[in-house]
Structures are given as C-alpha cells and as structure tokens.
C-alpha cells in the first residue's frame, strides 16, 4: 500500500525499428548525396575537356606553323598539312564530350543544355569530317562527305557548320551559362567573364565574314588575319567553359576584385 507503481518501460523492439529506420534514412541520404556529387564533378569534368581542347588546338597549330614556317590562312586549312591528324582527332574528341554533356535539366524549357551541346556537337564533327577546299584546288585524296558532296557543297557543308559551332557556343556564353539565382560574389565575376567571351566570338566570328565579303582577308593574307581571329574565338569559348568547369579560380577572382564596388 502507498507505492506507486512505475511506468510501463519502453518496447525495446520498438526502438530497434525506429533505429534501424533512421540508419536506413540516413544511408539513403548519403547514397543520394553522394550520387549528386558524382554528377557534379562529371559536369565540371566534361566541362574542363571542353575547354582544355579549345585552349589546345590553337596553340598546337600556331606553333606547328611558327616553327615550320607553315602558318596556314585558317585552322581549317591544316586539313591539308601533317597536322591533319590533331585537327580532325581534337575536334572528334571535342565533338563527342559536347554530345555527352547534359548540363542543366529544365523540362520547362525548350532550348536546353543538351539540345545546344548536341548541335555544337554535330557541328564539330562536320567540321573535321567535310573540311575546306583544298589550297590551290588539289586534294591528295577525298574524305567521304567530301567524295559524296564534292568540293564546292563540302566547302560550303564546313562553313555552315563552323558558323553553327560558334553560334551554339555563344549562345552558352551569353544565355546559358548565364541562368541561375542568387549570383552574387564570384558568380558574378563569371557571368561578366561569359559575357565577354560571348560577345568575342561573335565580334571575332562577325569581323571574319566581313573580311572576305569585302576581300579583305585577300589584301591581308600574309598576315594570316582569318587564323587569328578563328584563334581567338577558339581560345574565348575555351575560356568560358574552364570557367564554367571551375578550372580557372585565379582569373575569376581576378575579374571579382576588378567588378567588385569600391
């Protein structure tokens, strides 16, 4: 008499089910955590290839051309020399991680991340597969597109697509790599710099078919004004996508202390 009975214990039961719900929550999270880390450092991965093989191919055909003393007209034109092979393999190799890249999933969108790097994509491929009219009209041999379509149609094929090629990439400079909220900080230093590299490739690509509307490159040849402005468009997608990759720190802190008020 006067003891109070104790409180009904707990079902031990219960509390393994309740800690083995939590430990199976917790793996998931980590699983799913993990598995977005993975695609994130994929997409910065793509993204870096892209840009080390845009930095790569002008540089390799510049030097090849200032030390052989064989600097060609275009980048285009070492179709037709011994670096045919880095040409056509860089722009192979450029063409199949811009097929690969999914970038940003938006459903709510038509004009996509995929569906421009796809475009860019096939663009790169019939650049190196249906190349330019051979200097002085004579080929050493055919390539297929170029057997199928003949000089004139092939040359034409390979102007349209290298036009395509640079559209679609500023396009990611000036459109979608801008998407996104909250920019402040470094992030706002990088849009300045895509905007910069955007609008260099259309003034470089713009400035190209000027000069041989009005025959300009023809008066300037020998100072190989096409193939430095093809260079230079190269080298600001390049930039742009290194930047995008997280490739280039140095430079975006360098342009967020330049934009930064003071």
Same mark, same amino acid.
């Given at each position: ?13 219960? #509390? ?5 719900? %939590? ?12 598995? #977005? ?5 994929? /997409? ?6 892209? +840009?080390?093989?845009g930095?790569? *191919? ?5 030097? !090849?051309?200032?030390?052989a $003393?064989?600097?060609?007209a275009?980048?285009?034109?070492y179709?037709?020399s011994?670096?045919? %092979?880095?040409?056509? +393999?860089? *722009? ?15 459903? $709510? ?6 569906l421009?790097?796809?475009? &860019?994509?096939?663009?790169?491929a *019939? ?14 041999? @055919?390539?297929?597109?170029? @057997? ?17 090629? /640079?559209? &679609?990439l500023?396009? !990611? @400079?000036?459109v979608?790599?801008r998407?996104?909220r909250?920019?402040?900080?470094? %992030? ?8 910069? @590299? ?10 190209? +078919?000027?000069?041989?509307?009005? $025959?300009?490159?023809?008066? *300037? ?5 096409? /193939?430095?402005? %093809? ?14 990759g ?17």
């Open positions: 008499p006067g003891l109070t009975p104790a409180p009904p214990c707990p079902s031990l039961a219960g #509390q393994g089910t309740a800690s083995w719900g %939590e430990t199976m929550q917790d793996g998931a999270s980590r699983a799913r955590q993990a598995a #977005q880390n993975d695609l994130v450092l994929s /997409f910065l991965s793509v993204r870096r290839a892209i +840009g080390a093989l930095f790569f *191919l002008p540089v390799a055909l510049a030097l !090849y051309g200032l030390i $003393g064989d600097l060609r275009s980048m285009s034109a179709f037709y011994p670096m045919r %092979e880095i040409f056509v +393999g860089t *722009l192979c190799a450029q063409a199949v991680f811009l097929w690969s890249y999914e970038g940003y999933r938006d459903p $709510g969108r038509m004009i996509t991340d995929k421009v790097a796809r475009i &860019a994509s096939v663009a790169a *019939l650049i190196a597969l249906a190349p330019t009219n051979p200097p002085g009209g004579a080929a050493p041999g @055919c390539t297929l597109l170029q @057997c199928l379509l003949t000089d004139g149609p092939g040359a034409a094929l390979h102007a349209v697509a290298t036009a395509v090629f /640079f559209a &679609a500023a396009f !990611y @400079c000036l979608l790599f998407r996104g909250d920019i402040t900080g470094d %992030e706002h230093a990088a849009q300045v710099i895509y905007r910069l @590299c955007g609008w260099t490739i259309i003034a470089a690509i713009g400035a190209i +078919g000027l000069m041989i509307v009005t $025959g300009l490159d023809m008066r *300037l040849a020998p100072l190989r004004p096409i /193939f430095w402005l %093809e260079a230079l468009a190269t080298f600001a997608f390049a930039t742009s996508w290194a930047v995008k997280k490739a280039l720190r140095p430079v975006v802190r360098a342009m967020t202390a330049m934009v930064r008020p003071h």
